[in-house]
């Protein structure tokens, strides 16, 4: 079946730290894959996506690219900021369902200054 | 910007009484979800509905949970008798006319439902 994996949490990183968030995916077909971020208290928030091969989605100084020979949309940023800690979604909008996400656990990500 | 909005954003419930939560979907959308997530998991997918009609539902929207779309704007999700197990965040999704893969889910805030 379809399915999400994400690396566990909680991350934490020193203010200014690489960041890399791993997502894997299980699907028939070619999912538009996505990213989505849940600050404390608030909802779920698009943060980048993308619908192909080697499609490269950013926003906000994160990317991911669309990896179909690794299944992988991995989440990096190049310079953390204690603002963007949140729970960070992977998910997956597999071709053959009738377009429902498919969610990864979550990572938490803490940023320490 | 529009953007999906939900009411109440707090609901607090006795075990087995009935809720309602609300949700205002983008205006142009045609495709309408709710997903939970219970605090602290993953988000799980309860039901989409498209044309009038619910397309798709888990395992976990069974008898006591129903949706419904009554005047064009709002999409409700109905619990009848709820359990304490209900207890969780209940976010509204909705997307776009063309109902493609590359169109985006755009979520509401959430409600979040306390059973006592």
């Known amino acids: 079946g379809n399915s999400v994996t994400q690396m566990e949490g909680p991350v934490t990183l020193s203010e200014e730290a690489f960041l890399t968030i791993n997502c894997t995916y299980t699907?028939?077909?070619?999912?538009?894959l996505f990213w989505y971020v849940q600050y404390p208290g608030e909802g779920l928030q698009l943060l980048l996506k993308?619908?192909?091969a080697d499609d490269k989605g950013s926003n906000k100084g994160f990317e991911a690219t669309y990896r179909k020979e690794t299944t992988s949309f991995h989440l990096e940023k190049g310079s953390v900021q204690v603002s963007d800690s949140a729970v960070y979604f992977c998910a997956a909008d597999p071709m053959d369902s009738n377009y429902q996400l498919i969610w990864g656990a979550g990572t938490k990500l803490i940023i320490k200054p | 910007e529009p953007e999906v909005t939900q009411t109440p954003s707090h609901q607090v419930t006795q075990m087995g009484q009935e809720v309602i939560l609300r949700c205002v979907p983008i205006?142009?959308?045609?495709?309408f979800y709710w997903y939970r997530q219970i605090l602290g998991q993953k988000v799980e997918f309860l039901v989409s509905f498209y044309n009038n009609e619910i397309s798709e539902k888990s395992e976990i929207f069974d008898d006591q949970f129903s949706v419904e779309r009554p005047d064009g704007s709002n999409f409700t999700l109905k619990i009848r008798s709820t359990k304490l197990e209900d207890s969780a965040m209940y976010f509204c999704a909705s997307r776009g006319t063309s109902g493609g893969s590359t169109d985006t889910q755009y979520f509401g805030p959430g409600t979040r439902l306390t059973v006592l």
């Open positions: 205006s142009n959308h045609l495709y």
């Open positions: 699907a028939t077909g070619y999912p538009s």
């Open positions: 993308a619908t192909k």
